[in-house]
């Protein structure tokens, strides 16, 4: 096989790691090893767009990336509709999208489960024209990840210490959001903390390494609360640990393919992927069945 490997060396697993730690030059080589020929492109964040759009232009047996779901997520954008796959090099914090596809965290074992993965054709969702692989979350997610990045700049904060505070902070100053949220099936009046919009559904213990057992059900799962205080909120998150979600009678599920999102509010802070963006209502939602080419181990129960 001939591919392109992209590499953002500020993940994770290649900036921090020791050891045995990924590098660049070891990546190569495990992929020599695996019987894959990999041409070497390490970028930036700001580049990465147009290092993946080249890349698609060379028309590649696959593209890999390794980096987390912001890069991963970045990635895929510009991968959606080419058919051109994308191997997920698992080399971030949480690794949520790779967890989900069955790729192992470690980097030699994802490597060979890549070289020996098959092509599946999985979904990503839409917000506003901007493609999401895991979840878009609008309210207090967003808002704490929009304080995490104030406190990193301003203050140095590492990423997990500027999380803390900046949730702590947003959970102390608890507000509600009113949205109109408008399904093929119905309409709905929210007040809710958050509305968190999934690409497929979430199922089994929040904690749980993987929590999408499917990428190809072609469904967005809206998940929010009527939640009126602090106290509300605990029990919620006392819930998702000890109950499966589909047990957590403090949440709201509902599903469609499309939906629009109003607000009275002129712009509303969204973390798509974790990644803070401002857009303004309505919110255009969809989910783009079968769009994402990937690698990957076949699914469970398939093999």
């Known amino acids: 096989m001939n591919a392109i490997l992209i590499l953002n060396p500020q993940a994770g697993a290649l ?3 020791a050891g045995d730690a990924a590098s660049p030059i070891k990546l190569h080589d495990a992929f020599a090893a695996a019987g894959v020929d ?6 930036n964040g700001d580049e990465l767009g147009a290092t993946v759009a080249a890349a698609v232009a060379q028309k590649p047996e696959a593209i890999f990336v390794g980096g987390g779901d912001g890069t991963i997520s970045a990635a895929a954008a510009h991968l959606v509709d080419t058919g051109v796959p994308l191997g997920v090099l698992p080399l971030g914090t949480l690794n949520h999208f790779a967890r989900d596809l069955g790729v192992p965290t470690p980097w030699r074992e994802a490597v060979v489960a890549l070289a020996c993965g098959q092509v599946r ?15 878009c979350s609008i309210g207090s997610y967003a808002e704490a990840v929009r304080r995490r ?9 590492g990423k997990w210490r500027a999380m803390l505070l900046a949730s702590f902070s947003v959970f102390r100053e608890l507000r509600r959001i009113r949205l109109h949220l408008n399904l093929p099936h119905q309409a709905l009046d929210l007040r809710t903390p958050f509305l968190l919009v999934a690409n497929n559904r979430y199922s089994g213990h929040v904690l749980e390494s993987s929590l999408r057992d499917r990428l190809d059900q072609g469904q967005l799962w809206f998940y929010s609360t009527r939640a009126r205080g ?9 819930q998702t640990l000890v109950r499966e979600l589909d047990d957590a009678d403090a949440l709201d599920v509902q599903a469609a393919s499309t939906a629009v999102l109003s607000s009275p509010q002129a712009s509303l802070p969204v973390a798509a992927d974790g990644e803070l963006l ?26």
Request: hydrophobic share 45%; net charge positive; aromatic share 2%.
């Open 149 to 157: 990045d104030a406190l990193r700049s301003d203050r140095g904060h």
């Open 38 to 43: 990999v041409a070497l492109r390490p970028v």
């Open 278 to 303: 401002t857009l303004h209502p309505p919110l255009q939602l969809r989910i783009r069945p079968g769009a994402l080419s990937v690698l990957a181990p076949a699914p469970a129960g398939t093999g």
């Open 121 to 135: 054709h999985v979904d990503v969702g839409e917000v506003n024209g901007r493609i999401f692989i895991n979840n």
């Open 15 to 17: 900036a921090h790691g």
């Open 230 to 238: 602090r106290a509300d909120v605990l029990r919620l998150v006392w």
